[in-house]
Protein backbone atom coordinates (compact mmCIF):
# COMPACT_ATOMS: atom_id res chain seq x y z
CA UNK A 1 0.00 0.00 0.00
CA UNK A 2 2.84 2.14 0.96
CA UNK A 3 4.99 1.89 -2.02
CA UNK A 4 1.77 2.13 -4.47
CA UNK A 5 0.71 5.60 -2.68
CA UNK A 6 4.82 6.62 -3.10
CA UNK A 7 4.36 5.32 -6.68
CA UNK A 8 1.15 7.50 -7.34
CA UNK A 9 2.83 10.60 -5.70
CA UNK A 10 5.79 10.27 -8.11
CA UNK A 11 3.68 10.17 -11.35
CA UNK A 12 1.12 12.99 -9.86
CA UNK A 13 4.22 15.00 -9.28
CA UNK A 14 6.07 14.47 -12.62
CA UNK A 15 2.63 14.95 -14.76
CA UNK A 16 2.22 17.93 -12.86
CA UNK A 17 5.75 19.48 -13.83
CA UNK A 18 5.61 18.55 -17.29
CA UNK A 19 2.09 19.89 -17.67
CA UNK A 20 2.75 23.05 -16.32
CA UNK A 21 5.66 23.49 -18.73
CA UNK A 22 4.03 22.89 -21.14
CA UNK A 23 1.28 24.60 -20.86
CA UNK A 24 3.64 27.39 -20.33
CA UNK A 25 5.40 27.28 -23.46
CA UNK A 26 2.14 27.37 -25.77
CA UNK A 27 1.77 30.48 -27.62
CA UNK A 28 -1.26 33.09 -26.56
CA UNK A 29 -2.68 32.02 -30.11
CA UNK A 30 -3.09 28.68 -29.05
CA UNK A 31 -4.50 29.20 -26.01
CA UNK A 32 -8.34 28.71 -27.33
CA UNK A 33 -7.72 25.26 -29.09
CA UNK A 34 -5.64 23.86 -25.96
CA UNK A 35 -8.73 25.18 -23.75
CA UNK A 36 -10.73 22.50 -25.75
CA UNK A 37 -8.51 19.54 -25.46
CA UNK A 38 -8.08 20.12 -21.73
CA UNK A 39 -11.94 20.06 -21.58
CA UNK A 40 -11.99 17.08 -23.35
CA UNK A 41 -9.12 15.29 -21.23
CA UNK A 42 -10.95 16.55 -17.65
CA UNK A 43 -14.11 14.98 -18.88
CA UNK A 44 -12.17 11.92 -19.32
CA UNK A 45 -10.80 12.49 -15.32
CA UNK A 46 -14.43 13.33 -14.52
CA UNK A 47 -15.30 9.67 -15.45
CA UNK A 48 -12.40 7.96 -13.80
CA UNK A 49 -13.15 10.07 -10.86
CA UNK A 50 -16.77 8.96 -10.56
CA UNK A 51 -15.53 4.78 -11.10
CA UNK A 52 -13.02 5.52 -8.48
CA UNK A 53 -15.52 7.00 -5.68
CA UNK A 54 -18.06 4.77 -6.53
CA UNK A 55 -15.14 1.58 -5.80
CA UNK A 56 -15.86 -0.07 -2.87
CA UNK A 57 -12.66 -1.99 -1.17
CA UNK A 58 -13.04 -2.48 2.48
CA UNK A 59 -10.13 -1.00 3.78
CA UNK A 60 -9.63 1.78 1.23
CA UNK A 61 -12.94 2.42 1.24
CA UNK A 62 -13.53 5.83 2.61
CA UNK A 63 -10.18 7.31 1.25
CA UNK A 64 -11.29 6.05 -2.55
CA UNK A 65 -14.53 7.92 -2.06
CA UNK A 66 -12.96 11.21 -0.35
CA UNK A 67 -10.20 11.73 -2.86
CA UNK A 68 -12.88 10.46 -6.07
CA UNK A 69 -15.10 13.25 -4.63
CA UNK A 70 -12.06 15.74 -4.48
CA UNK A 71 -11.12 15.07 -8.13
CA UNK A 72 -14.77 15.57 -9.57
CA UNK A 73 -15.07 18.70 -7.91
CA UNK A 74 -11.58 19.93 -9.28
CA UNK A 75 -12.05 18.01 -12.71
CA UNK A 76 -15.57 19.31 -13.08
CA UNK A 77 -14.40 23.27 -11.79
CA UNK A 78 -11.42 22.86 -14.55
CA UNK A 79 -14.09 22.16 -17.13
CA UNK A 80 -16.23 24.95 -16.13
CA UNK A 81 -13.52 27.44 -15.91
CA UNK A 82 -12.37 26.10 -19.02
CA UNK A 83 -15.82 26.51 -21.20
CA UNK A 84 -15.73 30.11 -19.64
CA UNK A 85 -12.58 31.32 -20.15
CA UNK A 86 -13.11 29.57 -23.96
CA UNK A 87 -16.29 31.86 -24.68
CA UNK A 88 -15.04 34.75 -23.58
CA UNK A 89 -11.95 34.54 -25.78
CA UNK A 90 -14.19 33.69 -29.02
CA UNK A 91 -16.59 36.74 -27.77
CA UNK A 92 -13.27 38.96 -27.89
CA UNK A 93 -12.82 38.00 -31.67
CA UNK A 94 -16.72 38.60 -32.81
CA UNK A 95 -17.40 41.86 -34.51
CA UNK A 96 -18.97 44.36 -32.14
CA UNK A 97 -21.37 46.32 -34.52
CA UNK A 98 -22.41 45.74 -38.45
CA UNK A 99 -19.80 45.04 -40.73
CA UNK A 100 -18.74 47.30 -43.15
CA UNK A 101 -19.23 46.54 -46.89
Known sequence: MKLDLLTGLYVFM?????G?????????????PLM???NALDAIAVVGAII???ESHEHRAL????LGTIAIV?????IVGGFLITDRMLRMFKASGPRKQ
Open 36 to 38: SLT
Open 63 to 66: LAKV
Open 20 to 32: FEVIRRVSPLLHT
Open 52 to 54: LAG
Open 74 to 78: AATSN
Open 14 to 18: LAAFI
